[in-house]
């Protein structure tokens, strides 16, 4: 069994938080900053990917060290964004569930399936 598979959001929020507070890092905190972390972070994760064909880009993690490293910008990702719910109080598993219900009804699976169109173009 996997971590995903064993481990609950709010574990995850908990340590995001526990090591906000060792650092006393919660003052720097402000949505903005920490909106915009997530932006750096995930500009970071893009970079390993940048110039390669998009054929290729599936292959860029068979590089052990390369998978490393994106793996940990994955993490910053993540990081970030569980901090940035725990600074706005968001329920993150409430805010995807209302999101893909949202998407469902733009992107209905019979009308878009197989398709790349924006919920606009078909």
């Known amino acids: 069994m996997s971590a995903d598979e064993s481990t609950p959001v709010a574990t995850l929020r908990a340590q995001v938080a526990a090591f906000v507070a060792e650092r006393d890092w919660a003052r720097?905190?402000?949505?903005k900053n920490v909106a915009m972390a997530l932006a750096c972070?995930?500009?970071?994760?893009m970079e390993p990917y940048l110039w390669v064909e998009a054929s290729e880009s599936?292959?860029?993690?068979?590089?052990?060290?390369?998978r490393a490293h994106i793996e940990a910008e994955v993490a910053d990702v993540a990081i970030c964004?569980?901090?940035?719910?725990?600074?706005?109080?968001?329920?993150?598993?409430?805010?995807?569930?209302r999101k893909l219900a949202a998407s469902a009804l733009k992107y209905p699976a019979a009308q878009v399936r197989g398709q790349s169109k924006k919920y606009d173009e078909y």
Not at 81 to 97: E, F, K, P, R, T
């Open 28 to 31: 720097f905190h402000a949505p």
């Open 41 to 45: 972070e995930a500009a970071e994760l």
């Open 58 to 66: 599936s292959k860029v993690t068979d590089d052990p060290n390369r």
């Open 81 to 97: 964004l569980l901090n940035l719910c725990n600074v706005l109080q968001i329920d993150l598993a409430s805010a995807v569930d």
